[in-house]
């Protein structure tokens, strides 16, 4: 997947959750994620999240397919 079209799905995941990435990033970047995904993404989601985030190995498999972690953000909310 290339820059633009991993774009392209971050910018539908947005649309359809009602998250702005560019706020997600900004959290992330001042340490402070935790307090974003509990204020924007439903307790299950948060909680899915926090165990995928947790588990090494579960982790790499997500991040290695970008789609597939859009798709678990938009299943989310």
Known sequence: MNNDELSRLMKQAQN????????????SD???LDDFVN????????AQLKNVLSNKEACEK????PQ??????MEGK
């Open 16 to 27: 359809k959750t009602g998250i702005d990435i560019n706020k997600m990033k900004e959290a």
């Open 62 to 65: 997500l991040l290695s397919t």
């Open 39 to 46: 204020k924007n993404l439903s307790s299950q989601a948060t």
């Open 30 to 32: 001042k340490g402070q």
């Open 68 to 73: 597939e972690l859009m798709k678990k953000l």
